[in-house]
């Protein structure tokens, strides 16, 4: 009986625990290795997306993205979706695009978990051999 409840609960306790990219990650600079911000990844109405909340740089927490286009341009990075439509394909999120507020541009994005605390974001133009990945770190 104690065997079973042992089982019971390591499963429940599994289950809880699953892994899942939704939640709050620390962006990681892919040149400097410095932490910039913090953004929060969520699901809405099938499809995820991810806002920058948090901005690390005192000097930059006010920025526009000046240099973007359409609905994003002259408008505050903090609060801005960067991350819009990706669906769900096996272990892999893609189907949706990554915005990078410093130079105003969208790329193609899949999104991955390597373990359960960091995540691979790669941006690329065309197909993923051309664009290039960061590391987020889960923010506890």
């Not at 892994?19 to 699901?43: A, C």
């Not at 948090?54 to 994003?72: L, R, T, V």
């Amino acid at each position: 009986m104690k065997l079973t409840l042992s089982i019971v609960m390591f499963l429940f306790f599994q289950l809880s625990f699953s892994q899942t990219i939704f939640g709050k990650w620390k962006t990681i600079d892919d040149i400097t290795g410095k932490e910039k911000g913090v953004v929060e990844i969520f699901e809405h109405k099938g499809k995820v997306y991810g806002r920058i909340i948090e901005i690390f740089e005192a000097e930059k927490k006010h920025i526009k993205c000046e240099k973007c286009d359409g609905d994003e341009k002259n408008k505050p990075v903090m609060g801005m979706n960067i991350i819009k439509g990706m669906t769900k394909d096996g272990d892999i999120y893609g189907g949706g695009k990554v915005l990078d507020p410093k130079i105003g541009k969208w790329y193609h994005c899949k999104i991955s978990l390597d373990g359960k605390d960091k995540l691979i974001v790669r941006g690329y133009i065309g197909i993923p051999l051309f664009g290039r990945s960061q590391i987020w770190i889960r923010h506890k």
